[in-house]
């Protein structure tokens, strides 16, 4: 145990001089491992590559390069005019449209942050010239664009359940209706807003032949997380190779269909996918280390025996993890998190007799939702970005919105049936 206080406390030594989360945790894992050890140095570089060496991941550069795509492919743009056509006009109309972009993008992206930046940059300032207050408009995007990665396909779900073993068809599939259940939250919260503010939707109610013209436009743009998800369901690839075909599918719409791009234009789509997946290997591989160290010192199995200490009810247990994760997940990445707390809190989850895929997920929704939250708030920091607002304009709105996902995860925690139902309907 002193070996893992020794690396804990040189990696906040490293986040408190500003070293980049993915350099902390493999650099504080290998000096702890190189100076207070007897460990072969050769171990550093066998989990460095342990950690990356995974079919599994391999569809994050998939995703992430699909996702770019929408972006740049049109399929965006379209896909937001089609949630005009249908809710559009009513009270928060522009706000309901986002959720509802959101939660289609969500079903291809797999990240907050990608589906968070396509869909926040149209639609931000477009509520700021409708009236909705900047504050708001940063906090709904970045509940709304949180969803990236609870339905599936979900990249936080995909590195979880490579850590964990736990069926990664599963847990997609488990995300499905709580995610569309925060969504529901998230729209019934801007409604509230929108008549206390009055923020009123378009001037009229759109034509059935507008609704019409519009779902033509995007039915391409709305069939890619059908092919996505129905894929993985009805085991025709495996959520690695669903990303191969988002890709394709989203190139060939993109360039031949939608022409919204040439081949020379490419160049910095390919890169700039390149370097989040870059940023996320490396984050992954750091923590391969670390990973590796709270193993060899048995802190699940301590921090198992400490708990049962305390209680022996797995709805207790299930509150307090989700209240330490919360803790974490206020200060470290959402990705980084993930591969931190995974190996040490799945088998406590295991020896309490709670469900390996309900865990998982109500695991991931709080970490994401962490995320949203200051002083760290990746997401929500690239919505404060666009709608250019400050943290005074933003804190107001969060409680009600972070408030509605802690009823979520609570109804998930009472009632797991919720979460299992898909998985074990097929």
């Known amino acids: 145990m002193e070996l893992m ?53 391999m569809a994050i550069p998939f995703f992430m390069l699909a996702g770019e795509l929408m972006e740049v492919g049109g399929i965006s743009k379209r896909l937001v005019k089609f949630s005009q056509t249908l809710i559009g006009h009513v009270s928060g109309g ?26 926040g940059s149209l639609l931000i300032p477009s509520m700021k010239k409708e009236g909705y207050p900047k504050g708001l408009c940063a906090v ?28 990664i068809s599963d847990l997609f599939l488990a995300g499905i209706i709580p995610g569309l259940m925060i969504g529901l939250g998230c729209a019934g919260i801007t409604y ?38 129905g894929g993985i369901v009805g085991g025709v690839f495996t959520p690695t190779e ?13 360039k031949f269909v939608y022409k919204e791009y040439e081949i020379k234009d490419l160049g910095p789509v390919i ?12 984050i992954i591989a750091g923590a391969a280390i670390f ?35 919360l803790f974490i997940g ?13 190996p040490i809190l799945m088998p406590i989850a295991i020896q309490y007799g709670i469900d390996p895929i309900q865990f998982a997920l109500i695991m991931v929704i709080v970490l994401v939702y962490a995320g949203v939250t200051p002083p760290v708030g990746g997401v929500l920091f690239i919505t404060m970005g666009i709608s250019e607002s400050k943290m005074k304009d933003v804190l107001p709105y969060l409680p009600p919105y972070l408030g509605m996902v802690a009823i979520v995860v609570a109804i998930l925690i009472f009632f797991p049936q919720i979460s299992l139902f898909i998985p074990n309907l097929l």
Do not use: C, H
């Not at 890169?271 to 490396?282: H, N, R």
């Open 5 to 57: 206080a020794i690396s804990f406390i040189l990696f906040l030594i490293f986040l408190v001089f500003g070293v980049p989360i993915a350099f902390a945790m493999g650099l504080s894992s290998s000096l702890a491992i190189l100076g207070f050890s007897e460990l072969p140095v050769i171990l550093i570089a066998q989990r460095l590559y342990s950690g990356v060496d995974s079919f599994t991941l």
């Open 94 to 119: 522009l706000g309901m449209v986002d959720i509802l972009t959101s939660v289609i993008f969500a079903g291809v992206s797999g990240s907050a942050a990608a589906d968070t930046a396509a869909v």
């Open 140 to 167: 709904l995007q970045a509940t709304a664009g949180s969803l990236g990665p609870i339905i599936p396909p979900s990249l936080t779900m995909i590195i979880f359940a490579s850590l964990t073993k736990i069926s």
């Open 192 to 229: 509230i807003y929108a008549k206390k503010l009055n923020l009123k939707g378009s001037d009229r109610r759109s034509s059935l032949r507008e609704i019409l013209s519009a779902s033509k436009d995007s039915m391409y743009a709305l069939f890619m997380p059908i092919i996505i998800i």
């Open 242 to 254: 669903a990303g191969v075909v988002a890709v394709i599918y989203s190139f060939i719409i993109g």
């Open 271 to 282: 890169l700039k996918a390149a370097s989040f997946t870059a940023m996320a290997m490396l």
């Open 291 to 325: 990973s590796w160290l709270v193993a060899y010192v048995k802190l699940p199995e301590y921090t198992v025996g400490y708990l049962t200490s305390l209680t022996s009810n797995s709805y207790a247990i299930m509150f307090l993890l989700v209240i330490f994760l």
């Open 330 to 342: 206020m200060f470290i990445e959402t990705l980084s998190a993930t591969i931190i707390t995974a």
